[in-house]
């Protein structure tokens, strides 16, 4: 127990933007946040690029193809997420090849458009800040400590 080190899990989300709306997914069976929507996301599987962990979430959970030279880091979130903290990178993406479309099915029920200013009620907090300000220009966010 005295060598033990503290360990700070890593994901990455894709914020996709389109005419001013953003692409959501909605949590579903997970058993965490569950009827909540959130980004494409996912964990990082270990001894990969945080970049190369993006595209192969995008293709994953929505079966689109994302270039790595389209991917812009937008944000940067250290989470307290009770019994876990995060460190969560965010890149937006303009540009991508193929229609976004739910490839994980027990894993989210619906995957939709919405306006950047009129996100659903049930957006997940940390969720909804960052798409609402990724473009305000600060990189790095630290949320739920208090």
Request: charged letters at 40%; aromatic letters at 4%.
């Given at each position: 127990m005295a060598n033990e080190r503290f360990t700070l899990r890593a994901a990455v989300y894709l914020i996709l933007i389109k005419d001013g709306s953003a692409l959501l997914s909605r949590r579903y069976n997970t058993g965490w946040?569950?009827?909540?929507y959130s980004l494409i996301a996912g964990h990082l599987d270990g001894?990969?690029?945080?970049?190369?962990?993006?595209?192969?979430?995008?293709?994953?959970?929505?079966?689109?193809?994302?270039?790595?030279?389209?991917?812009?880091?937008v944000k940067v979130?250290?989470?307290?997420?009770g019994d876990q903290e995060y460190m969560d990178f965010f890149f937006l993406a303009e540009k991508w090849e193929g229609e976004p479309q739910v490839k994980e099915p027990d894993k989210c029920d619906d995957m939709s458009w919405f306006p950047?200013?009129?996100?659903?009620e049930n957006t997940l907090p940390y969720i909804k800040n960052?798409?609402?300000?990724?473009?305000?220009?600060?990189?790095f966010i630290e949320s739920d400590w208090d």
């Open positions: 946040m569950d009827g909540k001894k990969e690029k945080v970049s190369d962990s993006m595209i192969r979430e995008a293709f994953e959970e929505a079966g689109i193809k994302v270039a790595k030279e389209d991917l812009k880091p979130l250290h989470r307290n997420s950047i200013d009129s996100l659903p960052v798409i609402e300000n990724y473009k305000d220009g600060v990189p």
